[in-house]
Every structure is written in structure tokens, then in C-alpha cells.
């Protein structure tokens, strides 16, 4: 079956952010108790010999937890008698934490991706070693990465100065035409280190496991074919109740309408496209910079993959006007305008339509599996821009546009089901 996360709803507000904190120092010191440090300093000293090494142990503090945790991933410290510091990565393990095979893949695809990019001029982390939670040599404990710990701090996009954003865009600018000089072969993510087998899409949502084993979609040849796979994947788990259990019905049809739009969003002439290593979570705190707003690192590349010019070098979603983006508004923001015109000025034409033309596809991207449940009105925003951007019942209310879609699919099978 598909991972299922569960989870424990609170309904009060004042009641959800003690909640929250007390999950993160539990998960903090349950995962803490499962690391072996000695065993972690054992495997660092073992590849710089002769240097001793000190792995600080996790500890919770609300003031300092952004430094050591991020959204999916922990880091520990391991730092050398030498002043030579690396970073261990660990992915972290909760109530909404994949099944440990998928993590172990999600953590291959990345030590893979990070092996790719030692030979393309973009500032990563170096990958020094490594050990999944399955390996049967791993007395670590839990499944991590050993990679160098960069200088520089994550960037913080709302403080930066105009000035300071315009300098981040150039180089963001440069990084995409460096990545546009090294093409790719199909859509997927890298899943062999040591080599650069393209293989099926390393993430959770793309994931099904069956008695233990990893069934993950993909590769794919066409985005027309990775949307269809992955929203008839979303349909099917709707059916089955491991998503949107809460109101299956009005999710099923915007989901069944997506799979009707695929191929006005990504079209079967434009599937010619060469194919290139996407990021896909170009937040912001992605970014590492020096207090010069010079780039130090790009980081955080767990969700990686190959994809057509026209998605990997779309803006950032750090360039977002979020309030725009969220209300529907089709027109890209003044960062993303000065992106494309950057990509344009450094010889990256291309690239530059990919973001001038490029609202539909993100509006389409974000409506695919979103979390209606809790920011239904974020969703209708973006769902109502989309409809908008293809020119399909683009002017309709939510309520006219689901009596519409009812009668649409009143012959559907999915829909037959979930109304009986």
C-alpha cells in the first residue's frame, strides 16, 4: 500500500503550538537515543585518517533548533581537531515520516544527485560518505550522509535589500545556464551513486510500498506522462482513502478535472525538450549566503530531478509574489522579471521564456496534491488562476465550477464510488 501518514489533529489553536514543540524535542530526543556517535566518529575518522573527530550529540533548544533541524532533514555536527567540520545527515523520523526503504531511496537519489553536481561549476556540498538505515554494516544506527559543512547562513529573501536581492538573481542566473550546459536523458531522479542512472521520481508522493518494497513511478520520457502517472497515483489513493479523507469527493474531481488539463499544460509538441536537474525546493533557505549576499552553497537537494527546460528552469519559488500567486494572479512578480531578464542578458534565452511563460505550469504544479484540508483558500486561489491561464472555466465560482464538473464526470467510476 501507498505510506499513510498519521497523525494527531488539534483542533485549538492555543492548544497546537505547545503540541508542536513538544513532538519536535520528543522526535529530537527519540533520534538522539538512536545514534551511536562513537560509531558515526569511527566511520568520519576512518576517511581522514589520523585526525580526531568530536559528533556533538543532538540536544533541544527552541532557540538554536533551526540551526540543526529543517523540514525533513537533521545535521549534527562532526567536527575535526584540525577545524575541518562536516555535517552528518539524518532525515528526520515522525508521525509523517515515510517508511524507512522510502527514506533510505530518497537519501540514495540525493547522495547520487550531489555526486552529479562535483562536476558542474555550482557551489554543493561535497559528499564524503555515507550509510542507509538497511545496511547491515551501519552500527550508526539510523541511515545519514557525511558532506562538508559550507560557510555562509541560509538566506533570508525578506530582509535582503533590493540591491542585495537583484545580486542573489544574477548568480541564481548563472547557476541555471551552468546547469543548462549539462543536459539529461529522461525525467526521473538519480538513484546510483557512483553513476548517473536515471531512475524512478524520489519522493514520498511518488512512492507505493507493497510487503516492504519500494514501488516508486517512473522514469518517464514526457511531462505529459509524469503528470498522468502521478495524478491517476493521487486518484487511486483518493479511492482507497489514504488521501484527502475529509472531503473525498470534491478532491477526486479536481484531480480527475488536472488529468483532463495535462495535456493543454504540458503539451505533446513541446515534449522534445532537452531534460535537466531540477531542485525542487528553491525556497530561499535553500541558498547560503556570505554577508556580501555572495553565494556560499546550494543545498538541501533531497527532492532533485530530471525535467524539460520549460519546469527546471522556471523561477525559483523564492521570486514568488506569494500574496499574488496564492490570490491567482497570472503575472510573474518584479523578481521573477528581473530573472528572466538576467537568464536573457547572460545568454540564456530559453531559460528566460521558461519563466515569462511559466505561471500556468506552477499554477498546475501546486494544484496537483495540495493541502486542501488545511488552506482550502489558498487552494481555490491557485485553482482559479490556473483555470484562468487555459482559458477552461476560468470565470466560474467554486460552487458553479463543481456542479459543472459533477455532471462532467456523473459517469465516472471514481466519482460513482465515492458517492454511493
Known sequence: ??????????????????????????????????????????????????????????????????????????????????????????????????????????????????????????????????????????????????????????????????????RIIDQLADHAIELSKHPLDKIGSFNRPGDEHIGPIAREEFSNVTDGAIHALGPFTSMQGYYIGYLHNILDRILTRQLYTHHPLDAYLIHRFLLDLTERVWPVEGENEKIYLNHADDKGDHVLVDDDYTITGIVDWKWAFSAPCALSFNSPLVLLDLGGFYAGDPAISLAESYFAEALERKGGIELAESVRGGRKRRFFEFCCGYDMYTDWEGFKGLFEGLRRCVGVYGELEWEDWRGIALERYEEDEGVLRLMV
Open 1 to 166: 500500500m501507498a505510506f499513510r501518514p498519521q497523525l494527531t489533529i488539534v483542533q485549538d489553536e492555543e492548544d497546537y503550538y505547545p503540541a508542536y514543540a513538544n513532538a519536535e524535542q520528543e522526535e529530537i530526543e527519540t533520534l538522539g537515543q538512536k545514534i551511536n556517535y562513537a560509531a558515526l566518529e569511527t566511520h568520519a575518522m576512518a576517511l581522514r585518517p589520523g585526525i580526531l573527530c568530536h559528533a556533538g550529540p543532538l540536544r533541544f533548544d527552541r532557540q538554536t533548533k533551526h540551526e540543526v533541524m529543517g523540514g525533513m532533514n537533521i545535521h549534527v555536527n562532526v567536527e575535526f581537531q584540525d577545524g575541518v567540520t562536516w555535517l552528518a545527515r539524518i532525515r528526520r523520523s515522525n508521525a509523517t515520516s515515510p517508511p524507512p526503504v522510502v527514506r533510505d531511496y530518497i537519501i540514495l537519489s540525493e547522495l547520487a544527485t550531489l555526486q552529479f553536481l562535483e562536476n558542474v561549476n555550482v557551489p554543493t556540498p561535497r559528499l564524503l560518505g555515507y550509510a542507509l538505515e538497511a545496511d547491515e554494516g551501519n552500527s550508526v544506527g539510523v541511515g545519514y550522509m557525511l558532506i562538508e559543512k559550507l560557510p555562509g547562513n541560509p538566506l533570508d529573501w525578506a530582509r535582503a535589500t533590493e540591491d542585495q536581492k537583484h
